[in-house]
């Protein structure tokens, strides 16, 4: 797959837009490439633009290297509309550029949990917890710089039904309280907290072990790294640096938007 971005870059370059024939569109198809391993997305200015000069190009060069575009994955829609990449929608709102986690993946995630919880019907708390918050830590972390929020709060409180659905079969002829004060506890000012008086891994010490929350990770927006950057080169070196210093001061890039450091 390398070398698209190179290609599309050369046959679609920003033009001046002068002359008789000139247009806006034409002076500027706006086609770019965002790819990540064999997935990818190519923005264009018209849904004309992308089925007739774009799609041909892109087929011919995966033809040349034996491969084609999946039908099933391949659609032109357009950004008002949104898509579903890497797990997440794109779409635009009004004026406004929104990326949140798509629905498909959501439902994945909570399946997967669900489908842990099965499993372990008859396991410890302090293993399941332990084993939950991994999974639960690993999917809140790669959508914690789109605006998820929201999406965060609706799933720890699908959780919540999950674990009462798993509390309430291990103890058919127990009442709601009972269940309650079992599982689950007061932590600092929160009542409901999926958590066990358990050992520290490592000094031994006793410790409140609970549940990890999503909606417990912080929102931080990303900010994108120059395309040219290469952690391998020396002379990027510095560039490097003052990105792990800016992510560690927990800082954000001013006004909420992205920007390129």
């Known amino acids: 797959m390398d070398g698209l971005e190179r290609v599309l870059k050369e046959r679609f370059r ?4 002068t002359g008789p024939h000139a247009t806006r569109k034409r002076s500027n198809p706006k086609v770019h490439l965002v790819r990540y391993a064999d997935d990818f997305v190519i923005t264009g200015c018209s849904r004309e633009l992308l089925e007739n000069e774009v799609r041909p190009l892109v087929e011919r060069f995966l033809n040349e290297r034996g491969l084609r575009l999946s039908p099933e994955k391949t659609k032109i829609t357009h950004i008002r509309e949104g898509f579903d990449f890497l797990g997440q929608n794109v779409r635009k709102h ?3 550029l929104l990326i949140t986690p798509a629905k498909k993946n959501v439902h994945a995630f909570l399946e997967r949990v669900r489908t842990i919880l099965g499993q372990n019907k008859m396991s410890a708390q302090e293993p399941l917890i332990r084993h939950l918050s991994l999974v639960i ?8 710089h789109v605006a998820a929020k929201r999406t965060f709060s609706k799933v720890d409180h ?13 103890h058919p002829n127990k009442n709601p309280g009972w269940i309650a004060k079992r599982y689950w506890q007061q932590i600092g000012p929160r009542f409901w907290e999926f958590a066990v008086d358990a050992q520290h891994s ?18 931080r927006r990303h900010i994108k790294i120059r395309s040219d950057a290469n952690p391998f080169d020396p002379s990027w070196r510095s560039y490097f640096e003052d990105r792990a210093l800016l992510k560690q001061r927990g800082l954000q890039p001013r006004g909420g938007k992205e920007q390129t450091l």
């Open 158 to 170: 699908r959780i919540f039904e999950s674990l009462w659905y798993w509390a309430t079969y291990r």
């Open 137 to 144: 830590r690993g999917w809140a972390n790669y959508h914690r």
């Open 14 to 17: 920003a033009s001046s837009g």
């Open 94 to 96: 009004r004026e406004r």
């Open 202 to 219: 490592r000094d031994g010490r006793q410790i409140k072990l609970r549940l990890a929350r999503a909606s417990a990770v912080t929102i």
